[in-house]
């Protein structure tokens, strides 16, 4: 009796890999489309949390805060106070919030003395 040699022949690999390569084309396209709607997300979730704070300053203090009050309104890691806006820092990523000097959003802040009337959205 002969032994049967057992083992995968070169087409079985050649299938394999194939299937392999058309299932990484459609998966990794979409990994990374899902990281970037991630991002998004985040640059939204921010940049409203920015926009509650700045509601709950307004009512705070019945009147429109500077940077620098704004600032202490912002839950997040590590906020920084710039000449255009905040910048914060959350889970190692950091976004710059600007902040605008009339209701338009159209007259950015140029000191942290300013006062904010509107907050814009993360770029």
Do not use: H
């Not at 489309?33 to 991002?39: A, L, R, Y």
């Not at 985040?42 to 409203?48: A, V």
């Not at 820092?89 to 000097?101: E, L």
């Amino acid at each position: 009796m002969q032994k049967r040699k057992s083992g995968f022949s070169l087409v079985e690999l050649v299938l394999v890999l194939i299937i392999i390569g058309l299932l990484s084309a459609v998966a990794i396209p979409r990994y990374i489309e899902i990281n970037s709607e991630q991002e998004a997300a985040d640059k939204q979730q921010i940049s409203g949390s920015v926009k509650s704070a700045l509601v709950i300053a307004q009512a705070d203090i019945s009147a429109s805060p500077t940077v620098a009050a704004l600032a202490s309104y912002v839950q997040a890691d590590q906020v920084r106070i710039t000449n255009s806006g905040l910048l914060l820092q959350q889970d190692g990523k950091s976004y710059m919030v600007p902040t605008y000097a009339d209701r338009n959003c159209s007259s950015p802040t140029s000191a942290a003395s300013d006062m904010v009337k509107c907050v814009g959205d993360i770029p």
